[in-house]
């Protein structure tokens, strides 16, 4: 298992069965919630990176994420890893994830679809290399890449709602 000569590798059905079905309506949940930042607000991250949209900073649900496919990370990346933090965001009609890189703390990093709206069409991820790659991911679905040398970005989201998790980690 490697991240291949392109930097990124697709792993369908990463997360699967009661997992993915719990955490998918939970982040659904979590997003009406107060907990949910809407960003703009105070993003940790990157300030209006997705302006009105619901997402949490290291929920204790998603961080749990971080330490479940750490052996995995470490064999993907072929180098030892340790956790940084994770991202849960649910994404509406228009919301658009500009052309960018990630921080530092996103070295290696897993964006992971938890749940969609079944009518909807799936939402590509375009992720540059030495080429632009389109990841389409289904539920359970997550692309793996070095987050701070790749940019990548998504086009305006024609659907209802999408929630995805962001896991990141770093070189030991």
């Not at 659904?28 to 991250?45: C, F, I, M």
């Not at 996103?106 to 709206?117: F, W």
């Not at 375009?126 to 070095?146: C, P, V």
Request: net charge negative; aromatic share 12%.
């Amino acid at each position: 298992m490697s991240l291949g000569p392109y930097n990124f590798k697709i792993v369908r059905g990463m997360l699967q069965g009661d997992l993915l079905d719990f955490l998918g309506h939970y982040a659904y949940d979590k997003a009406n919630s107060p907990e949910a930042v809407q960003q703009g607000e105070r993003d940790h991250l990157r300030s209006n990176a997705v302006p009105n949209t619901p997402s949490l900073y290291d929920d204790p649900s998603t961080r749990y994420l971080l330490h479940y496919f750490l052996h995995d990370m470490k064999e993907y990346a072929g180098v030892d890893l340790e956790p940084t933090y994770s991202y849960l965001r649910v994404y509406k009609n228009g919301d658009v994830l500009h052309r960018h890189t990630d921080r530092d703390a996103c070295e290696y990093s897993v964006s992971l679809t938890l749940k969609r709206e079944h009518e909807d069409e799936i939402w590509p991820l375009y992720l540059q290399t030495d080429q632009i790659y389109q990841a389409l991911l289904e539920e359970g679905d997550g692309l793996i890449y070095k987050g701070i040398e790749n940019p990548h970005w998504r086009e305006s989201f024609k659907g209802e709602r999408l929630a995805q998790v962001f896991l990141h980690y770093v070189k030991r």
